[in-house]
Nanobody, 115 residues
Framework: QVQLVESGGGLVQPGGSLRLSCAAS????????MAWYRQAPGKQRDVVAR???????NYADSVKGRFTISRDSAKNALYLQMNRLKPEDTAVYYC?????????WGQGTQVIVSS
């Protein structure tokens, strides 16, 4: 059974930082392209950052220079370091795995950026 479990969300002031984690099980992690998506209230779910099997990354323009995606295949873990957070970063953040056997989603973790 595939499980992606996000953690690390919460309430943070503008300009602050958070680190999201995603623990993966039931997949061959090293063979999957991993990504973080987010969905704000009333908006569609959009990709924030993606990291391929070889470690190459790409980011949404809105987070370039502020967010860093990384993966640890030894721990089957995906991370998103978020710095200089803005109110518009408020959303539910989802871990996504795109693997040979299918595409999988976590349940999401809420990030609220507010003073």
């Amino acid at each position: 059974q595939v499980q992606l479990v996000e953690s690390g969300g919460g309430l943070v002031q503008p300009g602050g930082s958070l680190r999201l984690s995603c623990a993966a099980s039931g997949i061959i992690f090293s063979t999957c392209t991993m990504a973080w998506y987010r969905q704000a209230p009333g908006k569609q779910r959009d990709v924030v950052a993606r990291i391929s099997r070889d470690g190459s990354t790409n980011y949404a323009d809105s987070v370039k220079g502020r967010f860093t995606i990384s993966r640890d295949s030894a721990k089957n873990a995906l991370y998103l370091q978020m710095n200089r957070l803005k109110p518009e970063d408020t959303a539910v953040y989802y871990c996504n795995a795109r693997c040979i056997g299918g595409t999988y989603w976590g349940q999401g973790t809420q990030v609220i950026v507010s003073s």
